[in-house]
């Protein structure tokens, strides 16, 4: 490869660097782009078979001579040379150019004889025999592949949007697979729950009947003796023992809401609780030193920051619990007359 200073020696005529019938296989990028002023390359009459890459850095360059060279064909970012005006590839083999030529606006002379052409190039490029055709030529290709660069992006946009669609139409089918299997999997859940309830009501109402028919077999005789005889009812005694446990239910919500109260009571005003129970002396002195130490202990505790932060969710935790003690209490008077009616026919 040659030298940067022999490659200064064969600068002519201030701008143009002759490189022409040196044998070259590789063109010497970084040695020609040290040599900002040579605007015009002369890289005729070698033996080049490729372009670098690097090659469409020189964009300085108006001028570039590559005629008579094995040139099978050029970089796709050919076009980054915009301030090409005259273009020499006469005796390559050369079939086709690169989309980016369509960017060589400036290009003025294009000369694309003996190079075996696709017959479509071959057409537009014309014989390029003089001056005038080779103009026209240059004319031509950089339109017509301006044009096909445009049709190409068309292409590839409405490809792309193919694409897009294609792939939203696949996540929609998706989606609407994971929505129909997610019902189906409720659905089956639901009537499995249902067949479950259903079966267990089935096996607790089989018990009931079975049970109450042992239960009056034992006393035939007896019915029998004393036909006429009324038999005194048991339930009085179950409905005392149902009445005794609702009021003993509320009687211990009753005197824990009192104790809380009271404490709560003391956490916020310590002194006018005490002067309260000593005035009207309707707490017990133990009973009130007691509710005292509680409400210092509640009165430091909400003051920590944690706490703070913990009272929210202690509130909402207490209001579940005293309404799932409201719902206990509401299931045991709704189901207590059915086990009423149970034992009673069983000891009728």
């Known amino acids: 490869m040659a030298s940067q200073a022999k490659l200064r020696e064969n600068v002519v005529d201030g701008n143009k660097l002759d490189l022409s019938m040196s044998s070259l296989t590789e063109v010497p990028v ?3 782009g040290a040599i900002k002023k040579a605007t015009s390359l002369d890289l005729s009459n070698n033996q080049l078979t ?9 964009t300085y360059l108006i001028e570039l001579d590559l005629s008579k060279n094995l ?16 273009l020499d590839l006469y005796g390559n083999q050369l079939t086709h150019l690169p989309l980016s030529f369509c960017h060589l606006k400036a290009l003025r002379w294009l000369d694309l004889k003996n190079n075996p052409l696709v017959p479509t190039l071959a057409d537009i490029a014309g014989p390029c025999g003089d001056t005038q055709q080779c103009q026209q030529c240059a004319r031509n290709v950089v339109a017509t592949l301006a044009q096909t660069a445009i049709k190409v992006e068309e292409d590839r946009q409405r490809l792309l949007q193919e694409k897009l669609r294609e792939q939203e139409q696949i996540e929609q089918e998706y989606l609407m697979k994971k929505k129909q299997l997610d019902s189906e999997d409720k659905k089956s859940k639901k009537k499995s729950k249902k067949g479950k309830i259903e079966k267990q009501a089935q096996v607790s109402a089989e018990t009931v009947k079975t049970s109450v028919p042992q239960a009056t077999e034992g006393k035939p005789k007896q019915s029998q003796k004393h036909p006429n005889k009324i038999q005194k009812p048991t339930g009085f005694l179950c409905g005392i023992l149902l009445h005794i446990f609702r009021a003993f239910l509320l009687l211990c919500a009753l005197a824990l809401a009192v104790f809380v109260g009271s404490v709560l009571f003391a956490a916020y005003d310590r002194k006018w609780f005490f002067e309260i129970a000593r005035s009207y002396n309707f707490i017990p002195d133990d009973l009130t030193s007691f509710i005292l130490f509680f409400g210092r202990q509640v009165e430091y505790t909400l003051k920590h920051p944690t706490v703070k932060e913990m009272k929210s969710q202690l509130t909402a935790c207490f209001q579940s619990i005293v309404a799932s003690i409201l719902h206990i209490y509401k299931t045991i008077c709704q189901e207590f007359p059915a086990y009423y009616d149970v034992i009673k026919n069983r000891f009728s």
């Not at 490729?50 to 020189?58: A, G, H, M, N, Q």
């Open 71 to 86: 040139l099978r064909e050029l970089p796709e970012s050919f076009g980054s040379l915009t301030n090409l005006r005259r």
């Open 50 to 58: 490729i372009l670098p890459p690097s090659f469409c850095t020189l």
């Open 30 to 32: 970084k040695d020609i």
